[in-house]
């Protein structure tokens, strides 16, 4: 074979390789277009205080004539049933006792757009120049598919709250009691919803 041919006959093989390959290195250039489409939300709770009134549990040992209470709200959070709801809010108690009961009633409410549950209810207390302290007494519970449940103590407040799950829009209404575990009780009373996103398990 002559040197023309040899030539001639690398060329056509390598004109044939790079036919074949031509349409699978297309194939694999080709530019691959991904579309995602990601969906966020808002999650926020709020509370809204409702009414606060004096109450009393039984015969009082002092005079309790110059007990008396008040709510202040917190930071605005989200609006729900047109109304704002606020991310905490302060029972102020003045000169509780023993035997003054103040109840509170009030709203948590979901001001977002994406279903939150619920994990309880935190509370904090402040005291001021005299000791003291109050916590939950009594409490009713009406939940957004209108069932009721009621007890004694924040614990078991906390477990009736715990893991319900509120759509947009949906509240819970709660009442209760506090309770002065002194003879004497001034301070600030902070009380906060805890929450999470729907589908986050509870730690």
């Known amino acids: 074979m002559t040197a023309v041919k040899r030539t001639l006959c690398v060329f056509a093989i390598l004109v044939a390789t790079l036919t074949a390959m031509g349409p699978g ?3 694999w250039s080709d530019v691959l277009k991904v579309r995602m489409r990601g969906e966020t939300g808002i999650l926020a709770v709020g509370i809204r205080c409702e009414e606060v009134r004096d109450g009393y549990q039984g015969h009082c040992n002092k005079e309790c004539g110059s007990s008396n ?3 202040v709200d917190g930071f605005y959070s989200c609006d729900f049933d047109g ?3 606020y991310e905490s809010g302060d029972l102020l108690v003045n000169a509780g006792c023993p035997h003054y009961s103040p109840v509170c009633r009030v709203e948590i409410g979901n001001g977002g757009t ?3 549950r619920l994990k309880g209810l935190n509370l904090e207390w402040s005291s001021g120049d005299t000791p003291g302290w109050v916590t939950v007494f009594r409490w009713t519970l009406i939940l957004p ?3 009721t449940a009621c ?4 614990g078991s407040l ?3 709250l715990e893991d319900c799950v509120l759509d947009p829009g949906q509240a819970v209404s709660l009442e209760f009691s506090t309770r002065c575990m002194s003879d004497t009780a001034n301070g600030i009373l902070t ?3 805890d929450y999470v996103r729907w589908n986050k398990p509870l730690e």
């Not at 007890?151 to 924040?154: P, R």
């Open 25 to 27: 290195y297309a194939r």
């Open 69 to 71: 209470v008040a709510w």
């Open 83 to 85: 109304e704002p709801a």
């Open 114 to 116: 994406i279903p939150a």
């Open 145 to 147: 598919d209108g069932q």
């Open 151 to 154: 007890g004694v103590n924040l």
């Open 158 to 160: 906390n477990r009736a």
């Open 191 to 193: 009380v906060r919803p």
